[in-house]
């Protein structure tokens, strides 16, 4: 389990791991990220918002944090040739993979997002991590790579997958910031 500052302390460089380890398997085409940045919203609240195009396929997405389920959160728009998908039908049939997706109001930006529901996130997340050996990273970072695996863009679209190295014992210990 993290928290809010735990999650804006580390967000930036998160982002720059997952970005630097992020491939698209088992398909010839190539992708490419078009914008990413972090922001802070109000007082206390960051976001990261990163754009990848696939062919004609367009995904942008942030990753926040949730207070009342204290896990991060996925939310994503999607655009076939730069034409926003408004259609829930047309997203979810684009949304092929194994996590739950609805048409929600993005919690901080106010606007209609496809969220994957965070329900079950935080036991899940606390199982996969209960036996995980020594990090690399701190385990903030640790526990939003396990994350991302589980609910970020490779649970939508499971052509992209993230495998950071950083679940390899090192003698640097984990400490949470």
């Known amino acids: ?20 380890n992020l491939k698209l398997k088992g398909t010839d085409f190539e992708f490419s990220v078009n914008n990413n940045y972090v922001n802070k919203w109000n007082i206390d609240k960051m976001y990261s918002f990163v754009s990848v195009s696939v062919k004609q396929l367009r995904i942008d997405f942030t990753i926040s ?15 076939d040739n730069d034409t926003f998908l408004t259609s829930p039908m047309a997203q979810r049939t684009l949304a ?13 930006l106010q606007q209609p997002w496809l969220q994957v529901h965070p329900c079950e996130t935080l036991q899940t997340i606390d199982s996969h991590l209960k ?5 690399k990273y701190n385990l903030v970072i640790q526990y939003l790579c396990c994350w991302f695996g ?24 984990c400490k949470i910031k």
């Open 1 to 20: 389990m993290i928290t809010n500052q735990q999650f804006n302390d580390n967000i930036e460089e998160f982002i720059s791991i997952m970005l630097a």
């Open 65 to 79: 944090f949730d207070d009342l389920y204290g896990v991060p959160l996925l939310n994503m728009r999607l655009y």
């Open 96 to 108: 092929v993979g194994i996590c739950r997706v609805d048409l929600h109001n993005h919690h901080l």
């Open 131 to 135: 036996n995980t050996p020594t990090c």
């Open 150 to 173: 589980l609910y970020g863009l490779p649970s939508i679209f499971p052509q992209f997958s993230v495998r950071p190295n950083i679940y390899i014992n090192n003698v640097q210990s």
